[in-house]
């Protein structure tokens, strides 16, 4: 049981971290994509739509593969349904993507 607790409150802190976040894209058009799945995934979820959010959130991903934000909203839903195991690889990825974001700065500013 502390391990799922320990989870959904780094699910949350991801997503809270990605809160405002935008997910881009290489194109204005998909960019645009990415938003607008993100905004429907969000509606979903907030109204416990959890299949439809996961549809959305998946889009996604898919969309702007580099962005956190994805990621950490795939893992609330999965946490939310109880899919542990998928909850935690997701939310990985969303860490690893903010590393990755990080890095990318450090490097551009050196």
């Known amino acids: ?56 959130f998946e889009k996604v991903v898919k969309l702007a593969p580099d962005q956190a934000v994805g990621y950490a909203d795939l893992g609330l839903v999965y946490l939310r349904e109880g899919r542990y195991r998928e909850a935690e690889t997701q939310l990985r990825r969303a860490a690893a993507a903010v590393r990755c974001r990080r890095a990318r700065r450090a490097l551009a500013r050196s």
């Not at 894209?25 to 799945?37: K, M, R």
């Not at 905004?39 to 959305?56: D, I, K, S, V």
């Open 1 to 56: 049981m502390g391990a799922r607790r320990n989870l959904s409150v780094v699910g949350w802190f991801l997503a809270a971290a990605c809160r405002g976040a935008t997910p881009g894209g290489d194109s204005v058009a998909t960019g645009a994509a990415a938003v607008t799945a993100r905004t429907w995934g969000l509606a979903y979820l907030q109204a416990n739509q959890l299949p439809q959010a996961e549809a959305e």
